[in-house]
């Protein structure tokens, strides 16, 4: 079995979970599978930047601060039942 390392959870993944260096957990790949990784632009500075998505909280609605200027972006997901993601809109927050 492979596993992927991903942030620190607090999160049970039933007894193939192993916890490792600096708080971080290891997370079977069906588990890993639900983090979708993506580029965003920002609507404030212009730039790109990467983010992740986790899928597996179905759709959702969240505000995210750029990772280059730090401004509040609000992200608009739609996940289908599945766990893949549909579309992600991203908009200024004071539009």
């Given at each position: ?11 049970e ?24 990784n ?7 500075c ?12 179905g759709?959702?609605h969240?505000i ?6 730090c ?9 289908d ?5 549909i ?5 200024r927050?004071?539009?």
């Amino acid at each position: 079995m492979t596993s992927t390392l991903c942030s620190p959870t607090h999160e049970e993944f039933g007894s193939e979970q192993a916890d490792a260096p600096d708080g971080a957990v290891f997370v079977p790949d069906a588990e890993a599978q639900m983090l979708e990784n993506i580029q965003v632009h920002c609507p404030y500075c212009g730039e790109d930047f990467d983010t992740v998505l986790d899928c597996s909280a179905g759709s959702q609605h969240y505000i995210e601060d750029c990772a280059v200027c730090c401004h509040p972006i609000e992200f608009q997901a739609e996940v289908d039942g599945d766990g893949n993601l549909i579309t992600l809109t991203t908009r200024r927050e004071d539009d």
